[in-house]
Nanobody
């Protein structure tokens, strides 16, 4: 069974930065495409960023492109989400996601495993 454990939650002011981490165990990490999704109160879970197995391909929602960067360290079985220039509308629970397929997971239906979620709150 694959386990995903997120860390890095926090409360920051608008314009600040946070880095989320997701440690993966239970399956060879380089056999997983990884992604980050988020869910704000009263809204559906939405795609934020994704990265391919080897890390050579990434994808972002237009709402975060240029501000967020996804990366992975296959030696540490960890995927990261560096978030800069944060805005109040980025406030949400952020979920790490793993996909057994080769493509970057951009929709919830393609996700095979989820983390427990970590809260990110941006104050104005």
């Amino acid at each position: 069974q694959v386990q995903l454990v997120e860390s890095g939650e926090g409360l920051v002011q608008a314009g600040g930065s946070l880095r989320l981490s997701c440690a993966v165990s239970g399956r060879p990490f380089n056999n997983l495409a990884m992604g980050w999704f988020r869910q704000a109160p009263g809204k559906e879970r939405e795609f934020v960023a994704g990265i391919s197995r080897g890390g050579t391909s990434t994808a972002y929602t237009p709402y975060v492109k240029g501000r967020f960067t996804i990366s992975r360290d296959n030696a540490k079985n960890t995927v990261y989400l560096q978030m800069n220039n944060l805005k109040p509308e980025d406030t949400a629970v952020y979920y790490c996601a793993a996909d057994l397929g080769y493509l970057v997971p951009t929709v919830t239906s393609n996700v095979d495993y989820w983390g427990q979620g970590t809260q990110v709150t941006i104050s104005s």
